[in-house]
């Protein structure tokens, strides 16, 4: 099984730039503040929920297919539905935007069930300094490719983490897939 499968163009530039102006068409939300949690400590970024905006079904049919193709040949893990909001995050230099190291599986009816995540880089590399995404599947260390539309697809258990932002902005998308416990 591979960890971590690359996507070098999952979406265009032109689709990346719309993915975001969806995303801005209203105020994002600190993360740090959502679903009750005050953990600013553990990420520091602004968030959009796609579902929540009008006109953004295709991005979840591309997804759907990226992920169907990518799971057929290199996971084959046991998957029932895209059951959360593609997810979009904004890491912002003003205040280090971040995500410490983590797992995306978590406790909750949904969080505990993600079995893949992907993750979409939106802004283009010279947008932003820092705001490196980095995943550790073994004793090894990747960093992902920084080219505006490309993605990782990795099982939703593998350590990975968001170094701070130093200058500029930069978008991220992500979206977990879910099903039945690993065994
Ligand atoms: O922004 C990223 O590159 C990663 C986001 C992430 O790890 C998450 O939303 O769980
Ligand atoms: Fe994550």
């Not at 993915?19 to 970024?45: M, T």
């Not at 979409?120 to 300094?129: R, T």
Request: contains cysteine; negative net charge; proline residues 4%.
């Amino acid at each position: 099984m591979l960890s971590v499968h690359a996507f070098e163009a999952a979406f265009s530039p032109a689709e990346c730039d719309a993915i975001v102006a969806l995303a801005r068409q209203e105020e994002l939300a600190d993360a740090g503040l959502v679903k009750n949690r005050s953990d600013h400590g553990l990420r520091r970024a602004d968030l959009a929920w796609l579902d929540e905006r009008e006109g953004g079904g295709w991005i979840m049919e591309r997804i759907m297919r990226l992920v169907a193709e990518a799971n057929r040949s290199h996971f084959d893990f046991a998957l029932t539905e895209f059951g959360e909001s593609p997810q979009v995050a904004r890491y912002g230099a003003e205040r280090a935007g971040h995500f410490a190291w983590h797992s995306d599986i978590g406790e909750g009816a949904l969080a505990s069930r993600r079995k893949l995540t992907l993750v979409v880089q939106l802004s283009d590399p010279s947008d932003y300094e820092g705001g490196a995404l980095e995943l550790q599947p073994d004793s090894h260390i990747r960093t992902a490719d920084r080219a505006r539309g490309s993605a990782v697809l990795f099982p939703s258990f593998v350590l990975h983490r968001v170094t701070p932002v130093t200058a500029g902005e930069r978008f991220s998308l992500s979206t977990w897939v879910h099903g039945p416990a690993f065994r």
